[in-house]
């Protein structure tokens, strides 16, 4: 059973995602979406204030109005000081560029102030965000801030729901707002650290079987890694040791490579992803053509940054 703060809290961003939905494009910080409340300081303030207007009222002291009423006009201005620096902000989301799964993705934030006077202490910040992001713009004047968000898996990302809060000019009363955004990033799988060689063995251009005979050349043994195909178990060789040895053979250069993804055996769907997107790394990084066979679709052997991206994106998007 859910405990009265959790129910009270998720009652609490039930009702947040409906005074905040997606949108699109530039967004403004309006009056009805602006929250403000007092701080610890602003408190202690307050209970000065509240404090002194007490004892001019119980000893009828004319210096003591004057300095209770002069707090409380203060707290008046400082509460509007602390409103305006928020009310009428401009906010539009950039691209991010795609990253790997467990780094941290930056969302480009652009920060317009249409108006003369100087916005101060604003701070951007996320429930997925390592880190905040504080800024000031200047009147009539606009800053660009990049906001890091954690990645856990690929996939798309929805960017999470920011908070825009300020405390400025003197910290007496806290005002935020709430910005969620209608935009997704792409997350790449994370690729494997450290990956057995390529397979040698895979598909052709026509989507048939490559065999041996021609190409490959056998070069020595290695030991036995989780994914190794079965037919590539050298069974002599490994009868003679205390451990199972693995046939490694080597194309020639530039010799064309297919990465498919039933070719790996005895993993996982996330797993045989990560092997992917390692060799792919690796065979960009040789300028070696490659191609991806995968159960849904099937990229033809190039090499490239589009090509990179072509490839990364289905295996991001692989269901």
């Known amino acids: 059973m859910m405990s009265l703060p959790l129910a009270i809290q998720a009652r609490y961003q039930r009702w947040i995602a409906e005074r905040h939905p997606p949108e699109s494009g530039r967004l403004r910080v309006r009056h ?19 404090t002194m207007l007490v004892g001019a009222l119980n000893y009828q002291v004319s210096l003591g109005f004057f300095f209770a009423f002069l707090l409380i006009g203060i707290a008046h201005a400082i509460l509007l000081r602390t409103y305006a620096n928020l009310l009428g902000v401009h906010i539009s989301c950039g691209s991010a560029v ?13 920060l317009h102030n249409d108006k003369k006077q100087s916005r101060f202490g604003l701070t951007l910040s996320s429930e997925l965000s390592p880190n905040a992001v504080m ?26 729901r920011l908070t825009l809060k300020s ?14 955004f209608d935009y997704q990033a792409l997350v790449y ?36 890694q989780r994914g190794d195909a079965l037919h590539d178990i050298a069974w002599k060789q ?26 790996i055996s005895h993993l996982g769907t996330e797993a045989k992803l990560s092997r992917l997107c390692a060799w792919i790394l690796q065979a960009e990084a040789a300028n070696r053509p490659y191609g991806l066979a995968l159960p849904t679709q099937k990229i033809a052997p190039n090499v490239g940054g589009d090509h990179l991206h072509r490839c990364l994106r289905a295996l991001a998007e692989h269901p």
């Not at 009805?32 to 509240?50: K, T």
């Open 98 to 110: 795609s990253v790997f799964a467990g780094e941290n993705i930056y969302f480009p934030l652009t």
């Open 32 to 50: 009805q979406r602006l929250y403000i409340v007092p701080s610890l300081y602003g408190f202690g303030f307050a209970l000065i204030a509240l």
């Open 189 to 224: 799988p994370q690729p494997e650290s450290d990956p057995p060689p390529f397979p040698e063995q895979g598909l052709l251009s026509d989507g048939k079987k490559m065999t041996h005979s021609g190409n490959d050349d056998f070069v020595g043994l290695r030991e036995f």
């Open 167 to 180: 405390t400025a000019p003197i910290g007496f009363f806290r005002c935020w707002t709430y910005l969620q």
């Open 135 to 160: 800024c000031d713009i200047a009147g009539l004047d606009h800053v660009i801030v990049q906001l890091p968000v954690i990645t856990r898996q690929r996939g798309r990302l929805k960017i999470p």
């Open 238 to 263: 490994s009868a003679r040791t205390e451990q199972i040895l693995i046939r490694q053979h080597q194309s020639p250069i530039g010799a064309t490579l297919w990465l498919n993804f039933d070719e």
